[in-house]
């Protein structure tokens, strides 16, 4: 898939087919997140990569909106160090991100789907991975292929309107 098809066809994806991805699919998408750039090029992130059903089940269970997760054939955890710094803290939350976005436009060149969810019960999620206790555990990624629809460019996507959210030059 060209890069601008990718990302007009990437969106959320809950439901899932039952087969799995490939090691070689998931390794993939998990580069992506390691080519992504960060602030002084900190990496200050680790990916763990969960194909157990008995792990994915429980981890669909770390918050109200990860139910998506206990039916993926795989999800990837998204790992910081705690950081008592206000600023660092803010500042890997946005590599984050880029690395995320970066995993979801890989995933979907591929074809496959990704869904993300937040993370609430630290204790249980650090336990259900074995993260250490002085990482977080910030966000999970289901990834596999989605049931239903393919992915495809969204002609109309759910949107504020981009005339509204463009400015030029000044606000
Ligand atoms: C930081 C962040 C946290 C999110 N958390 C969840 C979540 O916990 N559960 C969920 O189902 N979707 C979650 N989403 C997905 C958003 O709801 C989704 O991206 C948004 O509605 C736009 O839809 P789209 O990704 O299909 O374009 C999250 C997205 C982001 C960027």
């Not at 950081?83 to 946005?94: A, K, L, N, V």
Request: with cysteine; hydrophobic share 40%; aromatic share 6%.
């Amino acid at each position: 898939m060209q890069t601008w098809d990718a990302i007009r066809a990437r969106r959320n994806v809950r439901h899932y087919r039952p087969d799995p991805v490939s090691d070689d699919d998931l390794e993939r998408i998990v580069e992506a997140a390691w080519r992504a750039p960060s602030a002084a090029n900190n990496q200050h992130w680790d990916f763990v990569v969960v194909t157990d059903r008995a792990q994915l089940e429980q981890l669909s269970t770390v918050w109200p909106g990860a139910g998506h997760i206990a039916t993926a054939p795989s999800a990837i955890a998204l790992v910081v160090p705690e950081s008592g710094d206000e600023r660092e803290t803010m500042i890997d939350q946005f590599d984050l991100g880029q690395a995320m976005m970066a995993m979801t436009i890989a995933a979907t060149d591929l074809g496959i789907g990704t869904g993300h969810s937040a993370v609430g019960d630290q204790d249980k999620a650090r336990d259900i991975l074995g993260v250490p206790d002085d990482h977080r555990v910030c966000y999970l990624l289901g990834v596999g292929y989605p049931a239903g629809r393919k992915l495809q460019p969204i002609r109309k996507p759910d949107r504020r309107p981009f005339t509204e959210v463009l400015h030029r030059g000044r606000w």
